[in-house]
């Protein structure tokens, strides 16, 4: 792993974060999602309600294909079983055939052995074009420190800042840590997101679904870094407005929904914390 | 494909779709449902709240003879694996014996073909009592047009209605194509139920768990056809009651399912759009 | 199967539960659950709701490694697969081993004869800390009768003490024992918790994330029977106060989540009911 290049620290404007959103609605992306059990339906429903489409086409016989005619693809480590990461190998050689964006989510990557390799598996097949995880799950991707205890962070996004940058360099991706604070980076450029509330963190799948987003976000950018700080800013915007109506984690979820669908870009642009 | 027979709109009365709500809820019919992971929960839920009892029993060993003890089964097509595959085999060769009125949900069927095979491999092991699927889908299991990509249609419930009646004459089944009016037929008749809302696109499964109630009406009902009219009516009223509660598809999920279990029979004959 | 030694009804103290809330959040027990794929969200959400971290780890790979790092373990057998299962027999030597508390819920038992199977074998190999289930479930589990329908009890609670005391005798467990009052025993005494609502049955997995909150309660307590007791009585005391804000099952689980993330535990010293 070598030292940072240089880095520049950008700010995207508002204005830009939002046209982002507005063009992701346009062209409604199909979003195909090899995800984990527990998420799949939440998954589902934050892209349903952003304005992309879903469809969680994760067997090995269908899922290389269906790569070819989707817009972006997601591959989400959280519940591994065999037929599975067959899948995702699959789907992975098909995206890079076919030019299709894909996001990487290394869902307990450290922790837990198995998926560390099937996540080093997919890499060496072929560069996604965002990474999402915790700031744990990056470290582990990176071969730097333990990892979790499973989908649970024991570090904060800026501990894992630098690492970020060297392996968003080392594979040629965005990579987007997850924290109070999201910093993301494509090795050269650092965004930070300054928006969201911790009930994210009560609610299961609350960062696996950004990772859905980052992808229907990637189906339409031209600057993948772009992309997923669009996609952070529309899911934790709407977070924080849907935090503001509710009483706890269960009221909270359903408000993140109703908040995404009714979503003014305008309301995005003034809401927005760039840093 | 034969070109349908003399076709007959008939408008069940309002009076006698109430009834089949009371029946089934009377009956509170044990419905065994092969699903996928995006809609399982969901699927439940729906079912629960409307006053059914559903059983997800969808491995190889198990779902044969619970067949045999259920009172309808539900196959839905959504995501596929080598071992639910199996399972779904075994539950259609097993109802059929049983004499248990089961669902075909081909979902997806048509652009992913994979799954279009299994869908013609099961409706040649043993006729269903009803089919259920968007205007996409019931093409692509006549063999006509391409198929959406993924769960989404591209044509309308009209486009599919002639379609719809050869596929329910060739099956000796009834046939329900999903949309803005839902259009349903056994091949001689036709009914189309005009309620329902925009948001039942954007809720996961909307489509899927009706099919799961179309199952718990066809349990009780003599005549499939007015099953598979009560059951949509239900929801789709149902979800008019909800829609008019609520801020978006969040809070729309929700309220559909109070208004399922809160749904008086009487209100549903109020509401009841048969034309 | 013994006949049961003489048993003491037991009253906790209110107290005593409420301590038992308080030292559970303090701990923020790592719960590892293999579940099924109707209930994974609900009962991961309703694990973040009350404190607890869930970790659903459920491949043959991994899920014996994590469960020495994890605090308890969940085995559901909801919707069991043949890889699953694997797991599940790798989790529990594995928690063995390690000395990790874990709790079965036999989902179906009785009537679906792999799973009675696969429960045989699991308890063979190791002894849990808890065993939950419906009436129907525990006195299949014990031989005696044939279960439910899939989930659905056909008994009541009060039938199955007797057996659930034997059963908790023959494997040095907590039974505990579902109803609209739940009954709960290890063998020699026996307690009784009387809060709950029947919306609880109208939400799939209402009983399922009751299993796993039990495994995080069990993480931290020195005696299993309080600590299916606390977790109990957390689940529906808090079910009680939702019910009393909403208007059907939908926003009874939305609420649940809520009142679960908000119970103070001075408020469920103050309205649990214990016999």
């Known amino acids: 792993m070598s ?9 995207f404007s ?33 892209l349903l309600a952003a304005g992309a489409s879903p469809a969680m086409v994760d067997n090995p016989e269908e899922s ?24 995702m190998h699959g789907v992975v050689r098909a995206a890079a055939v076919a030019g299709t964006p894909w996001v990487l989510d290394p869902v307990g990557v450290g922790g837990l052995l198995w998926r560390t390799r099937i996540a080093s598996d997919l890499l060496a097949l072929a560069a996604p074009a965002l990474i999402r995880g915790n700031p744990s799950e990056i470290l582990a991707l990176s071969g ?21 940058m060297s392996l968003a ?9 997850s924290g109070a604070v999201d910093h993301l980076t494509d090795g050269t450029r650092l965004v930070r997101v300054a928006n969201g509330h911790p009930w994210l963190t009560k609610v299961t799948g609350g960062g696996c679904a950004l990772g859905a987003l980052m992808a229907a976000f990637a189906a339409t950018a031209d600057d993948p870094l772009l992309a997923a700080t669009a996609a952070t800013a529309t899911y934790t915007v709407a977070a924080d407005i849907a935090a503001e109506r509710v009483a706890g ?8 929904l109703d908040s995404l669908a009714s ?13």
Chains 1, 2, 3 share one sequence.
């Open 3 to 11: 030292a940072p290049r240089s880095v520049h620290a950008v700010r």
């Open 14 to 46: 508002a204005a830009a974060v939002g046209e982002q959103l507005t063009a992701m609605r346009g062209h409604a992306p199909l979003v195909q999602c090899l995800t984990n059990i527990v998420v799949a339906q939440w998954t589902a429903n934050v």
């Open 64 to 87: 290389g294909p269906f790569a070819a005619v989707a817009d972006a693809v997601l591959v989400n480590l959280g519940t591994p079983q065999e037929e599975t990461v067959a899948a």
């Open 144 to 164: 730097v420190g333990g990892g979790g205890r499973g989908p649970e962070s024991v570090d904060t996004a800026e501990d894992a800042v630098d690492v970020a």
């Open 169 to 177: 360099q080392q594979h040629g991706t965005v990579v987007a840590v």
């Open 249 to 256: 984690p269960g009221s909270f979820a359903v408000a993140l």
């Open 263 to 275: 979503l003014d870009p305008q309301e995005l642009v003034d809401r927005v914390v760039l840093r």
